[in-house]
């Protein structure tokens, strides 16, 4: 809740300014029932139709204002609550896209995405409803009590005794009550779980002819959550009647005392009369706090996962290091790396030396694991090595802002991401490329062709997962991305798997004539995608098993001339 | 700019709000026992709680002579009624509660049950085009709104209606001539509400599109955020989240801001109705014709009167918001689903596996045919290689083949029969199908491999890890063939789940495979096992291989060559290397 406060504080003038018109606007109408009081206890004896008819238009201007100032109040606390998710979902956002990669690894995106959609949205539930009925509710309890103080002390005491046993009640709710609604909603995630999973195995599902089973599964989890559902409500919703039965009754016996009082001349009838009045006030903001209670309940425990994004900070800094002066581009000397959350022993990747000039190419093999794509994530430091030192250009990388580190950088990973924009907002990802620059990555790329032939050509949109393009015009397009900026370092992960061996060959013929000067580091399966490479890296289970050309490596690593026969590469 | 544009979330066919409530209503329809008993239960309780004024205000006119005339044996029979009256009242509304949460609950978890099981009827061409995350609002949050709306608005609205009616009647009782007053503030508040309601429709429909498209960029991009990071333009993402969010927050505001006079204003109107009671009533009184206690029961009742008024606007309020929630609901469960098995559609059985595509047209979208009359046959036990450039098709095939699509001209038979004639379910198990995207479940391994082949012993399941050379792996494993496979679990690479997932084809005992460059994951050292697990594997079945390596091709009984949606060229490796055409030049740039 803290976190959520912080962001409050920002609208303090507003909240001070809609919760003093709301203060005002219960007072006025607390004031309705006490000039009911005032007319039947003393007017009406008056037999004046002028007073009765003076006061009756008060308790009208009374009721005006009330509208008005709840009005008011109620939209500048909307103003607030809206205002401050605004800033929240900002901030979020930011703090995830400014998050280390082993922090997003250890959120998960769907609890990252959740968070951001879901969790912001009950909080604003809790701001809106503290701010509207937060203050109302114990102005009106409290001021109910005090102006049945003021008509009758000792009615008033009556009511004042039942306030324990309120107390105990909203005790009992949130005891029991809290546990409850979190059980609910992990099953909300089991489902959530199952639907996402349906929805990415549909092939599986359908060619296995197993909908029935699916069925069967999600009916298990739809009943436990329905079961949980229940329990909760029907648990929590023995809070209302109560509350509202133990105030009646106070009221009976008030009608009790109060008629004794009458009879000895301490009260008089009005009053009681007022006293209802006030206990209905009173039962309402009751059921109210109730209500506040169960979305605070909600709106809490989405605080908490809202705070504990905030409050996570970027592991990775800038720190300063010595420049050495090279004519390698790139260097890994002696570089190790264990993925946090892996024992100590396993190092996903060990004692990896290798270097490469301005111009040249890397090509990287190795058995799926082998730590491959891991190479890759620690040069764009997407996480930190733990022992030895990667230089660009001769500074050590962690010395060099993210920014520029980055920017000098095309790539493609493997299942790479599209989005439902359009092909040219697609390849320029929010650089800012001119025109020019983007269909001369896409000719490099040969996917100008068939983009020219989509309705709008640069300009065609994409649907959601880029549903609207083949397997092979998606990469060609992720491919255009990673051309359009003129790397210094190009660098494709496995980025032909999805191509056919012949439009992969060309790619390699344009990629070698158009980008001499960028240095490039490609991933493969296929011998025949890296066999001209400068320098080949080949990998096993994170260790070196081979580093040289083609015709070296053939005679010095086992593995390598291994892979190669299996391929057909050698005979 | 980057991303969609909001503004189309909105623009589309209006569905009628009052046949979304009648779609509603059949739901509750289903368990009218439960709503008749629950109408019984808060009709009686209301009456009670009725009854409290009237009771109260009897006891205030046994007050009302004053000092030292009240009647006490009145006042104490009128209270302990009052007691008795309202400890009925408080049980039943318990007991309303837990009625109309379970109806709501039954309600909801038929609905859920509904959207899943029409998500499970649809074409998967429907998969193809949505996104998870909308679709999961859908069945979450839409169906979680309904839900509330079901178990707290309607009861509302109906012991609202009873109350009022109820509290007009003892009304009249009381005084006629009081009652005059409503004619200024019901038909005030009928107003009010009507002209309300009507604004903040529109209001509440766009507030659920900016949301929705609030989220799906969120879910967009945050998934792809390591690319983004990759090339540093988070800035620009975060700018255009910007967008989104104030677009969202504006109408989110604006639906608010309207929605805020709502409550005040039924609050005001009620006001009213009390100065005009008391003003009117004094004078009543003056005149003698009304006692005191009329005048108290007749606020009490005008407050029970106006309470319900005020709630049932507020009601009215969130079904707005419910009848979006809805709508959104309906629209998934009107989707078309995937067209049925004709009557006659006959089980296919014993198949041999002979398979003829014969003139087959076929388009995603209308405008752009994929495949352009293609014609070919597999015969029993062949291997037939589909390859062709990227796009040109090949994944096409496989589709029309396993019906995910239909074609839209021509014909595709399996052993004589057209595909078309034969139930989808007999015609899917006649294959097997690795796809190049693995699919695993939460669950364990063991469940993970023997997923479509129900009682499939353990040895069997071991066998199959076995062959395909993962066996080691997983009894390296602490729990075994039980280790549950998790969504967040890093224990298991790419490359694993891809040889769980032919073990899982391993299983399954059919006269036809599919496989859809489904080694291009496997690591190269693992593709030897792979590929003498395939061999065994692809023995005695008609196999479609969409490959890329030159291995599997060489071996194949035909190639098929697509380019541009047509068969260019077919025949053996051997024949098609003479041929000198499209597939010589293939193989020939792979050694460039």
């Keep these: 809740m803290k976190a959520i406060f912080k962001y409050l504080s920002g609208y303090t003038s507003l909240i001070v300014f809609s919760m003093s018109v709301k203060f005002i606007g219960t007072i006025t109408e607390l004031f309705i029932p006490y000039i009911l009081q005032h007319i039947i206890d003393v007017i009406i004896p008056m037999k004046s139709i002028e007073k009765i008819l003076f006061w009756g238009i008060l308790m009208l201007v009374c009721a005006l204002l009330t509208f008005v100032l709840n009005v008011i109040a109620n939209r500048g606390a909307s103003k607030v609550a809206n205002s401050v998710i605004y800033n929240v979902r900002r901030d979020l956002y930011g703090h995830i896209f400014n998050m280390s990669c082993s922090e997003v690894d250890h959120f998960t995106v769907p609890s990252l995405i959740s968070r951001i959609s879901s969790d912001t949205y009950n909080v604003r539930n809790m701001i809106g409803m503290l701010l509207r009925v937060g203050i109302r509710a114990p102005i009106l309890i409290i001021g109910g009590i005090i102006m049945t103080l003021v008509l009758d002390a000792v009615l008033a005491s009556i009511l004042i005794a039942t306030v324990p046993f309120i107390a105990l009640i909203i005790v009992f709710l949130s005891r029991y009550g809290i546990p409850l609604y979190s059980s609910v909603q992990n099953a909300v995630d089991t489902l959530v779980l199952k639907v996402r999973e349906f929805f990415s195995g549909i092939r599986v599902v359908k060619a296995l002819s197993q909908v029935e089973t699916e069925k069967d599964n999600f009916e298990k989890i739809n009943t436990d959550l329905s079961r949980r559902e229940t329990k909760a409500t029907v648990t929590l919703g023995i809070t209302n009647p109560v509350i509202t039965l133990i105030l009646n009754i106070a009221l009976a016996i008030i009608i009790m005392i109060g008629a004794y009082r009458v009879n000895e001349g301490l009260s008089e009838a009005g009053k009681i009369i007022a006293f209802m009045s006030y206990f209905t006030i009173i039962t309402n903001a009751v059921t109210m706090i109730n209500r506040i209670f169960t979305n605070y309940t909600k709106g809490s425990a989405s605080a908490v996962r809202i705070r504990e994004i905030l409050s996570s900070t970027s592991d990775i800094k800038v720190i300063p290091q010595d420049h050495v002066d090279t004519d390698d581009y790139i260097t890994f000397s002696n570089v190790s790396f264990t993925y946090s959350g892996l024992s100590e022993g396993a190092k996903t990747l060990d004692g990896i030396n290798f270097s490469l000039k301005r111009g040249e190419t890397l090509g990287i093999i190795g058995a799926i694991g082998s730590g491959k794509t891991t190479v890759i994530q620690l040069l764009l430091r997407f996480y930190d090595i733990s022992e030895g030192e990667i230089r660009i250009d001769g500074d050590d990388i962690i010395s060099i802002p993210l920014k520029d580190l980055r920017s000098k950088i095309g790539i493609v990973f493997q299942n790479d991401f599209l989005m439902s924009a359009t092909i040219a907002e697609n390849i320029s990802l929010g650089r800012h490329l001119n025109n020019e620059n983007i269909m001369k990555a896409a000719k490099i790329a040969h996917a100008e062709e068939f983009i020219s032939q989509k309705e709008n050509g640069f300009e065609y949109r994409l649907e959601s997962k880029a549903a609207n393009l083949s397997g092979g015009q998606k990469q060609r397009i992720l491919l255009s991305r990673a051309f359009a900026a003129n790397p210094e370092l190009l660098i494709l992960d496995d980025s032909s798997s999805a191509l056919d061996y012949k439009t992969d060959a060309m790619l390699r013929k344009e990629i070698n004539s158009n980008f001499k000067n960028t240095t490039k580091i490609v991933i493969a399966q296929r011998i025949s995608s890296i066999r001209h490479a400068d320098k080949i890296l080949v990998l096993e289970n994170g260790k070196m098993a081979g580093y040289g050309d083609h015709d070296t490596l053939l005679k010095s690593s086992a593995l390598y001339y291994e892979i190669a026969k299996t391929q057909g590469e050698v005979q | ?592």
């Excluded at chain 2, 066919?13 to 019984?40: D, E, N, Q």
């Excluded at chain 2, 839900?147 to 009861?155: A, I, K, R």
């Excluded at chain 2, 062709?388 to 699509?405: C, E, H, Q, S």
């Design chain 2, 1 to 592: 700019m980057i991303g969609r544009d909001p503004l189309s979330y909105v623009s589309r066919p209006k569905a009628k709000k009052s046949r979304t409530l009648l779609r509603l209503g059949k739901y509750v329809w289903r368990y009218k026992w439960f709503v008749i008993l629950a109408a019984f239960l808060s009709v009686v309780s209301n009456l009670l709680a009725l009854l409290a004024p009237k009771l109260s205000g009897l006891a205030i006119d046994a007050i009302s002579p004053g000092q030292g005339k009240v009647e006490f044996d009145k006042v104490l029979y009128y209270v302990v009624l009052i007691i008795i009256c309202y400890a009925i009242s408080a049980i039943f509304t318990y007991l309303l509660t837990v009625i109309m949460v379970n109806l709501s609950q039954k309600i909801t978890l038929s609905m859920r049950r509904d959207v899943f099981s029409k998500l499970t009827s649809l074409p998967v061409g429907f998969f193809d085009r949505h996104q998870a995350g909308d679709i999961i609002s859908r069945i979450s949050y839409d169906i979680d709104m309904v839900n509330t709306s079901l178990s707290q608005d309607f009861v509302t609205l109906f012991t609202s209606s009873i109350t009022i009616v109820g509290a007009f009647i003892s009304m009249v009782m009381i005084s006629p001539l009081l009652l005059s007053v409503f004619l200024v503030t019901i038909p005030l508040s009928i107003l009010f509400t009507l002209r309300k309601t009507k604004k903040l429709h529109p209001l509440y429909r766009k507030r659920s599109y900016a949301l929705g498209a609030l989220n799906g960029y969120t879910e967009e991009t945050i998934t792809g955020q390591k690319t983004v990071k990759a090339y540093g333009t988070e800035d620009e993402f975060i700018e255009m989240f910007d967008k989104y969010n104030s677009d969202a927050t504006a109408s989110c505001y604006n639906s608010d801001y309207q929605g805020s006079v709502v409550g005040p204003s039924v609050n005001f109107i009620n006001n009213i109705s009390i100065s005009l009671i008391s003003t009117l009533g004094a004078i009543l009184y003056l005149g003698n014709r009304l006692k005191l206690g009329d005048i108290s029961a007749f606020i009490l009742f005008s407050r029970k009167f106006a309470g319900p008024i005020s709630e049932i606007s507020t009601v009215f309020n969130e079904l707005q918001s419910s009848i979006a929630a809805a709508e959104r609901v309906f629209g998934l469960l009107d989707e078309p689903e995937e067209v049925r098995d004709s009557d006659n559609a006959e089980i296919l059985d014993g198949v041999c596996g002979n398979v003829e595509f014969k003139n087959v047209s076929f388009g995603y979208t209308e405008d752009t045919l994929i495949l352009k009359n293609i014609s070919f046959t597999a015969g029993e036990g062949e291997q037939i290689a589909i390859v062709g450039p990227t796009g040109a098709g090949k994944t096409t095939i496989i589709n029309l083949l396993m019906r995910f699509y239909d074609v839209n001209d021509g014909q595709i038979f399996i052993d004589g029969k057209e595909i078309r004639s034969v139930t989808r379910d007999s015609l899917r198990k006649a294959f097997t199908m690795v796809l190049q995207d693995t699919w695993l479940f939460d669950g364990s391994i063991a469940d993970n491999i023997s997923y479509g082949n129900e009682n499939v012993s353990l040895d069997k399941i071991k066998h199959a890890a076995h062959v395909v050379g993962i066996d080691k792996y997983i009894e390296s494993l602490p729990n075994g063939y039980d280790t549950r496979i998790t969504d967040n679990g890093i224990n298991i690479s790419k490359g694993q789940k891809q040889l769980l997932t032919i073990a899982r084809a391993m299983i399954n005992d059919s006269r036809m495979l599919i496989l859809d460059e489904a080694t291009s994951n496997v690591d190269t050292r693992t593709e030897e096992y792979v590929q003498t697990a395939m061999r065994k594997l692809m023995e005695n079945k008609t196999c479609f291989v969409i490959a890329h390596r030159l291995s599997t091709i060489k071996n194949a009984d035909k190639i098929i060559v697509i380019n541009d949606g047509k068969i260019v060229e077919c025949g053996t490796h051997e024949e098609l290397i003479c041929a000198g055409g499209t597939y010589a030049s293939m193989h020939a740039s792979q050694f460039m």
